[in-house]
């Protein structure tokens, strides 16, 4: 019969029942020592794997942030290169406009000559203000050369007008 007293006092019926009483708290004392130990050391292990995890992430927040940092770079030259063909591209397109318009002017001044060409000889009245005689000069007409053929209209593509830019 073990008492939970101190120790100092025993009880009537034996005296080796306070020494028994003392080598239990002692095993209870050196139980409850070495779990406090084992808890120590599991909390300790346990901050360590928290830190470790701790600093894997910081690590990545870090690689992130300068993948990024290289996305935005790469970002904002790919914008100013397209800013830049998209200029280009505008004064293209004008520059094909005005060589459309131009081509159009010259297509109807042949078509005009076509027209011209089919009412009129082109005959020329010379008229000698010093006789007073009138000469009639028939001329060759210019466009009615072999290597002239005007009843074509004058064609370009835009690919033919942009090769010399490349």
């Not at 370009?156 to 010399?164: C, P």
């Amino acid at each position: 019969m073990a008492s939970s007293g101190s120790g100092s006092g025993g009880s009537a019926g034996s005296g080796s029942t306070g020494c028994e009483e003392q080598s239990g708290l002692n095993v209870i004392d050196e139980r409850k020592q070495k779990r406090m130990l084992s808890n120590r050391e599991s909390a300790r292990r346990s901050r360590m794997r928290k830190q470790k995890h701790l600093d894997g992430l910081t690590a990545q927040v870090t690689q992130l942030k300068k993948e990024n940092h290289q996305i935005l770079s790469s970002l904002n030259i790919t914008t100013q290169n397209y800013m830049n063909v998209e200029a280009e591209n505008s004064i293209y397109r004008a520059k094909m406009s005005e060589l459309t318009h131009r081509l159009e002017s010259l297509n109807e001044i042949v078509q005009y000559l076509n027209v011209s060409n089919h009412n009129n000889n082109m005959a020329c009245t010379y008229e000698n203000s010093s006789s007073g005689t009138n000469d009639q000069f028939h001329y060759e007409n210019p466009w009615s050369g072999s290597a002239v053929y005007l009843n074509q209209p004058i064609m370009a593509s835009a690919d033919v007008l942009f090769d010399h830019c490349y």
